[in-house]
C-alpha cells in the first residue's frame, strides 16, 4: 500500500499488458473463440485510447467476461491496469453490496424479535436522528429520505473508525435542513447509515459483516475494504488528462475512505466487480427474487433508483456510476438483468466527466450488443 505520491512528470502514451480472466458464467454459453476475443481487445484498447482515458474493463458477451485493460494504474512505478497487485476503488458501485446485506438480515430476521423490513423507521437503531420516525429502510435505500446533508466526500483528514464516521454523518443530518422525506436526493449519509444499522442488527461491524457475507460467500480474491488491502497489493493513482498523458495525480487517501463505510470504501477489480454482480441473483448472496425485492422498493420514484442500482428499458438492464471528489476515478457498469452481456468499466485516467466517460462504455456496449444498452 503506497503512503504518498511519486512526483510525476507529463509522460507519452504508454500501454499495459493485457489480461484475459475467465470467471463462472451465469449460464453457459458458447466460449468466444481466440479470434473473437483478440478483436474484442483491439476495439476496446482503440476505444479507450482516441478518448483519453486509461483503466482496466471486464466485457460480457454472452455470458462469458473478458478483462481488457489499458494504460497505468501507477505511472511512477510502471503498474499497469490489470496488474493483479492493483485493487481499484469502487466508489458508489459499492451501495448495491450494502443493500444486499441489508435484504439477508430482513431474510434472516424473519419471525424474530429483531424482524424489520423495508417499511420499518430507522428511529428503531437512530432516535436522535432528525425525521427518524419517518424515515424508512426503504428511504435510505432509495435516496428518498429527505437528508440533503453534504460534505461526506471532503476529507477531513483523520482516519474514522465505522463508528466514529456514522456519528459524525448523524451530527451533520441534525445541523443541516432536510428536505421532504419521499423526495430524491442522491446522497451517501443514506448508506453509511445502513452501514450502521447492519452493525446494530448483527451485533459484529459492517466490516466483519462485509468479509463473511459477501468475500468469503463468493471466495473473492481481490475485494477488500481499505483498511483491509494487503500490504502486497495497491490502489491505483488517477489521472486528469488535459491534452498529455497521467496530469495531477491523485489517489483515495485512507482518510476520505474511513469516511464512507458502506458506501465508498470497498476496493476490488472489475473481474471480482462482475462476480459480485452475478452473485446477486444466482443465490451466493441473493435469490433472484431477493434481488427483484431490492430493485423494486416501495419507495423507488421516478428515478428507477433502488437498492445501489438503476433499474432501464422494462428492468432488462441494470447499471451504477461512480466516483470519489478530488479524485479522476469513474467507475461504470452496465450489465443486462441476467448477467449476460455488458461491461464494468474501472477508469483512472479521465476528464472528469461522467457523461464523457459513459460515451465511451456506450461504444464499448454497442460493439458487445448493439441496440440493447442505455447511454446513460
Same mark, same amino acid.
Given at each position: 500500500?503506497?503512503?504518498?505520491?511519486?512526483?510525476? =512528470?507529463?509522460?507519452?502514451?504508454?500501454?499495459?499488458?493485457?489480461?484475459?480472466?475467465?470467471?463462472?458464467?451465469?449460464?453457459?454459453?458458447?466460449?468466444?473463440?481466440? =479470434?473473437?476475443? %483478440?478483436?474484442?481487445?483491439?476495439?476496446?484498447?482503440?476505444?479507450?485510447?482516441?478518448?483519453?482515458?486509461?483503466?482496466?474493463?471486464?466485457?460480457?458477451?454472452?455470458?462469458?467476461?473478458?478483462?481488457?485493460?489499458?494504460?497505468?494504474?501507477?505511472?511512477?512505478?510502471?503498474?499497469?491496469?490489470?496488474?493483479?497487485? @492493483?485493487?481499484?476503488?469502487?466508489?458508489?458501485?459499492?451501495?448495491?453490496?450494502?443493500?444486499?446485506?441489508? @435484504?439477508?438480515?430482513?431474510? $434472516?430476521?424473519? +419471525?424474530?424479535?429483531?424482524?424489520?423490513?423495508?417499511?420499518?423507521?430507522?428511529?428503531?437503531?437512530?432516535? +436522535?436522528? $432528525?425525521?427518524?420516525?419517518?424515515?424508512?429502510?426503504?428511504?435510505?435505500?432509495?435516496?428518498?429520505?429527505?437528508?440533503? =446533508?453534504?460534505?461526506?466526500? @471532503? +476529507?477531513?483528514?483523520?482516519?474514522? %473508525?465505522?463508528?466514529?464516521?456514522?456519528?459524525?454523518?448523524? &451530527?451533520?443530518?441534525?445541523?443541516?435542513?432536510?428536505?421532504?422525506?419521499?423526495?430524491?436526493?442522491?446522497? !451517501?449519509?443514506?448508506?453509511?447509515?445502513?452501514?450502521?444499522?447492519?452493525?446494530?442488527?448483527?451485533?459484529?461491524?459492517? $466490516? $466483519?459483516?462485509?468479509?463473511?457475507?459477501?468475500?468469503?460467500?463468493?471466495?473473492?480474491?481481490?475485494?477488500?475494504?481499505?483498511? *483491509?488491502?494487503?500490504?502486497?497489493?495497491? /490502489?491505483?493513482?488517477?489521472?486528469?488528462? !488535459?491534452?498529455?498523458?497521467?496530469?495531477?495525480?491523485?489517489?483515495?487517501?485512507?482518510?476520505?475512505?474511513?469516511?464512507?463505510?458502506?458506501?465508498? !470504501?470497498?476496493?476490488?477489480?472489475?473481474? *471480482?466487480?462482475?462476480?459480485?454482480?452475478?452473485?446477486?441473483?444466482?443465490?451466493?448472496?441473493?435469490?433472484? =427474487?431477493?434481488? &427483484?425485492?431490492?430493485?423494486?422498493?416501495?419507495?423507488?420514484?421516478?428515478?428507477?433508483?433502488?437498492?445501489?442500482?438503476?433499474?432501464?428499458?422494462?428492468?432488462?438492464?441494470?447499471?451504477?456510476?461512480?466516483?470519489?471528489?478530488?479524485?479522476?476515478?469513474?467507475?461504470?457498469?452496465?450489465?443486462?438483468?441476467?448477467?449476460?452481456?455488458?461491461?464494468?468499466?474501472?477508469?483512472?485516467?479521465?476528464?472528469?466527466?461522467?457523461?464523457?466517460?459513459? @460515451?465511451?462504455?456506450?461504444?464499448?456496449?454497442?460493439?458487445?450488443?448493439? /441496440?440493447?444498452? %442505455?447511454?446513460?
Amino acid at each position: 500500500m503506497k503512503h504518498k505520491l511519486l512526483t510525476l =512528470a507529463a509522460a507519452t502514451l504508454a500501454l499495459s499488458s493485457t489480461a484475459f480472466s475467465t470467471a463462472h458464467p451465469a449460464h453457459v454459453a458458447k466460449a468466444a473463440t481466440q =479470434a473473437e476475443k %483478440s478483436e474484442m481487445r483491439s476495439f476496446v484498447r482503440n476505444t479507450l485510447q482516441k478518448n483519453h482515458v486509461r483503466g482496466s474493463v471486464v466485457v460480457i458477451k454472452d455470458g462469458t467476461p473478458q478483462q481488457i485493460s489499458y494504460g497505468y494504474a501507477w505511472y511512477g512505478k510502471k503498474i499497469g491496469n490489470g496488474n493483479s497487485k @492493483v485493487v481499484y476503488p469502487t466508489a458508489s458501485l459499492q451501495k448495491v453490496v450494502t443493500g444486499a446485506m441489508i @435484504v439477508q438480515l430482513i431474510n $434472516e430476521t424473519a +419471525n424474530t424479535d429483531q424482524e424489520f423490513s423495508q417499511y420499518t423507521k430507522i428511529s428503531r437503531w437512530y432516535p +436522535n436522528v $432528525e425525521n427518524a420516525d419517518k424515515i424508512s429502510i426503504g428511504n435510505l435505500l432509495t435516496h428518498t429520505s429527505g437528508i440533503h =446533508a453534504t460534505g461526506t466526500e @471532503v +476529507n477531513r483528514g483523520r482516519n474514522y %473508525s465505522e463508528d466514529k464516521a456514522i456519528q459524525w454523518v448523524i &451530527n451533520n443530518i441534525n445541523s443541516t435542513p432536510e428536505g421532504k422525506v419521499g423526495s430524491y436526493f442522491y446522497n !451517501n449519509s443514506n448508506y453509511i447509515l445502513l452501514a450502521g444499522i447492519i452493525s446494530k442488527i448483527t451485533g459484529k461491524s459492517y $466490516e $466483519e459483516n462485509f468479509q463473511e457475507r459477501i468475500v468469503d460467500r463468493l471466495n473473492l480474491k481481490s475485494t477488500f475494504l481499505y483498511q *483491509d488491502i494487503p500490504s502486497s497489493l495497491t /490502489d491505483p493513482i488517477s489521472y486528469y488528462w !488535459n491534452g498529455k498523458n497521467y496530469q495531477d495525480p491523485s489517489y483515495v487517501k485512507r482518510s476520505l475512505a474511513s469516511q464512507l463505510p458502506g458506501a465508498g !470504501n470497498m476496493f476490488s477489480t472489475p473481474m *471480482d466487480y462482475y462476480r459480485i454482480q452475478v452473485g446477486l441473483t444466482n443465490g451466493s448472496i441473493l435469490s433472484k =427474487a431477493d434481488f &427483484n425485492y431490492l430493485t423494486h422498493l416501495k419507495t423507488r420514484n421516478e428515478k428507477d433508483y433502488s437498492g445501489g442500482v438503476y433499474l432501464k428499458n422494462n428492468d432488462n438492464l441494470k447499471m451504477a456510476y461512480g466516483n470519489l471528489a478530488g479524485t479522476h476515478f469513474g467507475n461504470w457498469f452496465q450489465m443486462t438483468t441476467d448477467n449476460q452481456n455488458g461491461l464494468v468499466m474501472f477508469l483512472n485516467q479521465t476528464t472528469d466527466s461522467e457523461k464523457a466517460n459513459k @460515451v465511451v462504455g456506450y461504444e464499448i456496449l454497442n460493439h458487445i450488443k448493439p /441496440d440493447t444498452f %442505455s447511454s446513460n
